[in-house]
């Protein structure tokens, strides 16, 4: 469980049980953290013990919640039961301080009328899926810039590190619905990075900004680091980088493509200076990932599908991140991985499944090679 508060709680502490009106039992950890420029406190307790695909009660304390929200916990490996799970990229944060029905200069694309948002629909979806996954570009705070130059936001360049952490609460609060209710995981993306997009241009003023203009706390993946807990202690992962879980016939993994490849393979974006990073050792990532498909049983759970951010396998070169290419590919071939989802790219695409380039000659019938979905 995570939530924010405006002020530090020496012990975060939810109540939960089994039905709304008995939250009879506690769980609490001393884990309620920040960092320089946000505006809130990240509370994470850590509950465990819980009965699989059992819905559950719950309410934070010292929160200004009154009524208990709920969510059911995940199905246990093996459970041969369908389900059906939500997978969103590259979102972002609706609204005044994001994606509206009006644009500034030199953006395209507003909404139309009656056109509804990603997150109204998976909003109104909640009751469609078990559980959701964000693959990395989450809140796009890191347009704050973009959004000002453009004049679509007022100018508030001296406010530009206030305006980064109003954007990311719009979007907590944005997806709280869903988030109350469903496990969110997530991963990192371009846009968790830091606070300049990539370098932004005012091409009026010919002013040029790096990530010389992101103070400390809007760097390396800072906020993105502080807001969520992935499961990674258990399934020996690093933080929110790369981690594992079972959900029923399902092994799912989370790999970072943006640090941490592995082999003297540096992030996609090499000589870009938002290039954060590393986080673990040498090879850290690229020896968890060889461990933790190599130790998958497969009688258990027979499917194996990893999220990732940046893919390779795209119509469109310039998105197509080689690197991740050469340090993962092999890997999803040895431990036959079956599905590959990721984003980055801003459009939907799959392939047959393929291996160097290669369609796998069995097509979908039990294919050895792994298929690739890019998530628009
Ligand atoms: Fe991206």
């Excluded at 959701?132 to 809140?139: L, S």
């Excluded at 990539?198 to 900004?209: D, E, F, L």
């Amino acid at each position: 469980m995570s939530w924010n508060t405006f002020s530090q709680l020496s012990s975060p502490s939810v109540k939960y049980g089994l039905t709304p009106d008995a939250l009879t039992q506690t769980a609490s950890s001393f884990e309620s953290v920040t960092y320089p420029t946000s505006l809130t406190y990240n509370n994470h307790v850590n509950i465990t013990g819980l009965l699989p695909y059992t819905t559950y009660y719950y309410l934070p304390q010292n929160s200004n919640a009154t009524t208990p929200y709920s969510f059911t916990t995940a199905r246990l490996a093996g459970d041969s039961t369908p389900f059906t799970m939500g997978v969103v990229v590259d979102m972002g944060t609706f609204g005044v301080l994001g994606l509206s029905d009006h644009v500034g200069s030199g953006a395209a694309n507003p909404l139309r009328v009656n056109e509804q948002t990603t997150v109204t629909a998976i909003t109104q979806k909640l009751n469609d899926y078990e559980f959701m996954v964000h693959a990395g570009d989450i809140a796009y705070a890191d347009y704050w810039l973009k959004e000002e130059i453009g004049g679509y936001l007022p100018n508030t360049t001296t406010q530009g590190p206030l305006l980064y952490e109003q954007i990311l609460n719009a979007f907590y609060d944005e997806v709280a619905p869903i988030t109350a209710a469903k496990a969110y995981m997530v991963n990192p993306g371009n846009h968790e990075a830091n606070c300049d997009n990539g370098g932004t241009t005012n091409k009026t003023s010919g002013q040029v900004y790096t990530d010389s203009i992101c103070p400390m706390g809007q760097t390396n993946f800072t906020g993105y680091i502080n807001h969520w807990r992935m499961p990674s202690t258990v399934s020996g992962g690093l933080g929110n980088m790369w981690f594992s879980y079972d959900y029923g016939m399902v092994h799912f993994v989370h790999i970072d493509t943006k640090t941490d490849l592995g082999n003297g393979l540096v992030g996609p974006d090499e000589g870009d200076p938002e290039h954060g990073g590393p986080f673990g050792a040498p090879n850290q990532q690229i020896n968890w990932l060889k461990n933790d498909l190599a130790s998958v049983n497969k009688t258990v759970t027979p499917w194996i599908v990893v999220f990732g951010h940046r893919g390779w396998y795209l119509s469109s070169p310039k998105n197509a991140c080689t690197n991740c290419q050469t340090a993962f590919e092999q890997l999803f071939w040895q431990y036959d991985v079956d599905l590959y989802i990721n984003g980055h790219a801003h459009f939907y695409e799959r392939t047959a499944p393929i291996y160097k380039g290669v369609v796998d000659p069995n097509g979908l019938n039990n294919p050895n090679a792994t298929l690739y979905i890019t998530n628009g």
